[in-house]
Structure formats: structure tokens, C-alpha cells
């Protein structure tokens, strides 16, 4: 059952033109909020900006930005029609990861695209937004942070040190917000299939899928109920962190995957 009825509330969603971003639009369309996407490809938010719309006649506004850019971040949200500047939901949710070397064989260009997109993303985003929640004492701030904002694994050290860099904003914010009535939420899912091992290993389709190979992983939408259900809990009630894995997952390196069937000889 929800609680809080989401109708015309507006949320704002980064990183909505795939995976968990995209199924989260899609949920909270359904409860009928007005959505307001942002993304680089804006191809991908146009269509889905579209479907939207026609599906469950919701307004959506779409925002084709970098998050890892201050500038952009801060020209295009103050730049957005007034009335959708009241932001009740922000879900901060763009990110990525590069590669999976060893931290003394580490790509330099990679650590900084993962700390530009991940860490300083959510700053710049929350920069933006929180001041006018706090203004108004409302607000509900969803960060997508990961089971390596709470844990390591070789070859993943700067990617987790950005989820871990999350997960001390959100804690910090929840602080920093006591007494606001805003709310401050981290949901950190295991392995979830999206494009996400397709970015990390740069298109190598190989690589991506054995990510998944013989195990079920979550999907987008089972992360994106997690979000609903944090954004209508009671106003009262503040699911601080939900950690979601698969069944098929017990930590970040730990996966119970099942041997395919043996090809029999034509
Ligand atoms: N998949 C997993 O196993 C998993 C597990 C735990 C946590 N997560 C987290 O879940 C979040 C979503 O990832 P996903 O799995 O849904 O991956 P995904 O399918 O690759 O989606 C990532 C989204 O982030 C956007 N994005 C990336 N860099 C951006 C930038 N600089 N500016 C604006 N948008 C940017 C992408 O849009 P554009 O490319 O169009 O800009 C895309 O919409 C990430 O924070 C990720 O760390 C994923």
C-alpha cells in the first residue's frame, strides 16, 4: 500500500535515459508525477518523454545536461520555466564506472570521468536543488548509491570510493537537514543488468554480459519500486538506506552462478 499520494508532485530524475533512471521515470509516471528528466542523450529522453506523456498524460519536462558539469548544471536548471522549480523529489541517480584495473595500473582519465560523474554530479545537482526545498521545508532527496558504498572488491577501488563518497553525502545531508522535514534516502542495489558493464567496459558486449553470466541480476524495475516506495513511505517515515541485492548475490564479490548446460555434439 502508498502512503503519499505522488500526483503532480515534481521529481526530477538524473540519468533517465537508461537502466534504473528509465525505469524509475517509468514508475513514477504511473503514480502520475510530473517528471522532469535529465541525461546527455536527449534523443533517448525525447522518446521516452513522449511515451510518457501518451501513456499516463503526465507532463514531463526533459533537460539534456552533464552532470559533471557546474556550468551546465547551473545555467540549465535555473534556466527552467518557474513552474518546475518547486522540486519535491530528487533522484540523483546518473552514474557510471570505467574499467576494472588495479589502482597502480589505474587510467587516470577514468578515475577522473567516475569522480566527475558520481561524486561531484551529485554535488552539483543537490547544490542546485536542495536550497529552494529547504526554503519551502519540503523535499525528498533519493540517492543512488550501490553495495560499494558500503564494500570493496579488487579492480573496483575508485569507482566504490565514489560510491562510498555518496553514501557520506547522504549521511551528511541527512544531518545537515534535521529539522527541514526534508528527507534524505540511499538506495543501493548489487548488480542490476542495464548498460552499466557495457559503459564500464566500453561497448565490449563480451566482457558486459559475463558480469551476469549463470546468475539472475535485479533489474532496473526492481530498483525502481525501492525508489517509489522510499518517495511513499509516510511523510514521517525516512528510509535512511535500503541495500537490494539479487538472491543470487550475498556481497559485492560473492555470486552463486549456475553452470549452463552442456552443448550436446550435433
Ligand atoms: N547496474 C548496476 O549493477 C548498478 C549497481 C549499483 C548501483 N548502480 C548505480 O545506478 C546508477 C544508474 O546506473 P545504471 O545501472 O542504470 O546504468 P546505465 O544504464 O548505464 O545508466 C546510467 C545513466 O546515467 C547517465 N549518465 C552517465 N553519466 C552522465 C553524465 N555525465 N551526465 C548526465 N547523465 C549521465 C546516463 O545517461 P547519458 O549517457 O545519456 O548521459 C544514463 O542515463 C548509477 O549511479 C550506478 O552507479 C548500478
Not at 521529481?11 to 509516471?29: D, K, N, P, Q
Not at 504511473?30 to 513522449?50: F, I, N, P, S
Not at 503526465?58 to 536548471?77: F, G, N, P, R
Request: charged letters at 25%; one cysteine or more; a neutral charge.
Amino acid at each position: 500500500m502508498r502512503h503519499t499520494d505522488l500526483t503532480g508532485k515534481i521529481v526530477l530524475i538524473t540519468g533517465a535515459s537508461s537502466g534504473i533512471g528509465y525505469a524509475t521515470a517509468l514508475e513514477f509516471a504511473k503514480v502520475g508525477a510530473r517528471l522532469l528528466l535529465c541525461a546527455r542523450r536527449e534523443a533517448r529522453l525525447l522518446e521516452l518523454a513522449k511515451t510518457l506523456k501518451e501513456t499516463y498524460q503526465i507532463d514531463v519536462l526533459t533537460l539534456s545536461l552533464d552532470v559533471s558539469s557546474a556550468e551546465q548544471v547551473s545555467t540549465k536548471l535555473n534556466a527552467i520555466p518557474n513552474d518546475w522549480s518547486d522540486i519535491d523529489i530528487l533522484v540523483n541517480n546518473a552514474g557510471m564506472a570505467r574499467g576494472r584495473d588495479k589502482l597502480h595500473e589505474g587510467n587516470i582519465l577514468d578515475w577522473e570521468e567516475m569522480i566527475n560523474t558520481n561524486i561531484k554530479g551529485v554535488l552539483y545537482i543537490s547544490r542546485q536543488i536542495v536550497p529552494r526545498m529547504v526554503l519551502r521545508g519540503v523535499g525528498h532527496i533519493i540517492n543512488i548509491g550501490s553495495i560499494s558504498s558500503h564494500e570493496v572488491y579488487p579492480g573496483g577501488g575508485v569507482y566504490c570510493a565514489t560510491k562510498h563518497a555518496v553514501r557520506a553525502i547522504s549521511k551528511t545531508l541527512r544531518m545537515e537537514l534535521l529539522g527541514t522535514n526534508i528527507r534524505v534516502s540511499s538506495i543501493d542495489p548489487g548488480s542490476v543488468e542495464t548498460e552499466f558493464s557495457l559503459v564500464r567496459f566500453r561497448g565490449d558486449t563480451e566482457k558486459a554480459s559475463a558480469v551476469y553470466k549463470g546468475m539472475r541480476p535485479l533489474s532496473p524495475e526492481d530498483v525502481a519500486d525501492s525508489v517509489l516506495y522510499c518517495a511513499t513511505c509516510p511523510p514521517h517515515v525516512n528510509i535512511c538506506e535500503l541495500r537490494i541485492m539479487p538472491t543470487d548475490q550475498a556481497s559485492v564479490g560473492m555470486t552463486h552462478r549456475r553452470k549452463e548446460p552442456e552443448k550436446t555434439p550435433e
